[in-house]
């Protein structure tokens, strides 16, 4: 099963560009990688999903390179509600809908 | 209408009580899960159902059975509860995805439901 390893915490300020790369070395042939949005007292939200090169939704990009060792949620100019925690997951058709989620990164955004 | 329910939000309950966490999806999904998450915010897959079978048990201990009645009920029943269980409990659901089919898979997570063992 794919592991993966994200930055624990990240500090950024309102309007900035943030990018949060997480790494799935032992990523399989079918795995998808999908990124989730957690705010306090609240379930992990979607936010979107990929295969490879680009995705781009109404609100975030993410970027895998042709490699899909790795992956970058790119959110634009985020804003104080962005603050929450950030999960990577890869998986799905290959192991039967085991989904395993990393530690996640804590994103701070300050005025 | 919200797409995974689960009750109660919260529940305070001594130690060695039985209590039930019930889950409902209105969503069409095939698969359901319980996922718990402890005070490190770790989120770690508990069971998952698919068309009311049994198809991942993370080796949780036996005092925990989850139940599904039909493929849009998961509920879970904790026996004997202890100190450490402690935590929030997170249902879920998503669609099975066929090899056919080029997307992936989206969980689609209830509110959870905050359970203190005293």
């Known amino acids: 099963l794919a592991k993966t390893t994200q930055p624990i915490s990240m500090d950024s300020y309102e309007g900035q560009e943030v990018n949060i790369t997480c790494s799935h070395n032992?990523?399989?042939?079918?795995?998808?990688i999908t990124w989730y949005q957690q705010f306090p007292s609240q379930g992990p939200r979607f936010i979107i999903q990929?295969?490879?090169t680009k995705v781009t939704n109404e609100v975030a990009s993410l970027f895998i390179p042709a490699d899909r060792k790795s992956s970058t949620l790119s959110l634009p100019r985020v804003s104080l509600s962005d603050t929450a925690v950030y999960y990577c997951l890869v998986g799905g058709r290959s192991n039967f809908n085991k989904f395993y989620f990393g530690s996640g990164t804590k994103l701070n955004v300050k005025p | 209408d919200t797409a995974v329910s689960q009750t109660p939000k919260y529940l305070v309950t001594q130690m060695g009580n039985d209590k039930s966490i019930k889950c409902e999806q209105n969503?069409?999904?095939?698969?359901m899960y319980w996922y718990k998450q402890d005070s490190k915010k770790f989120l770690k897959i508990m069971f998952s159902y698919n068309n009311k079978e049994l198809i991942i048990n993370e080796t949780v201990p036996n005092r925990f059975s989850p139940k599904s009645p039909d493929k849009a009920h998961l509920n879970l029943h904790i026996n004997s509860l202890e100190l450490g269980d402690s935590a929030v409990y997170f249902c879920?659901?998503?669609?099975?995805?066929?090899?056919?089919?080029?997307?992936?898979?989206?969980?689609?997570f209830g509110e959870g439901s905050w359970l203190t063992v005293v």
């Open positions: 969503l069409g999904h095939d698969t």
């Open positions: 032992n990523i399989a042939t079918n795995d998808y």
């Open positions: 879920a659901s998503s669609q099975v995805v066929f090899p056919r089919d080029l997307s992936g898979n989206t969980i689609y």
């Open positions: 990929g295969y490879k």
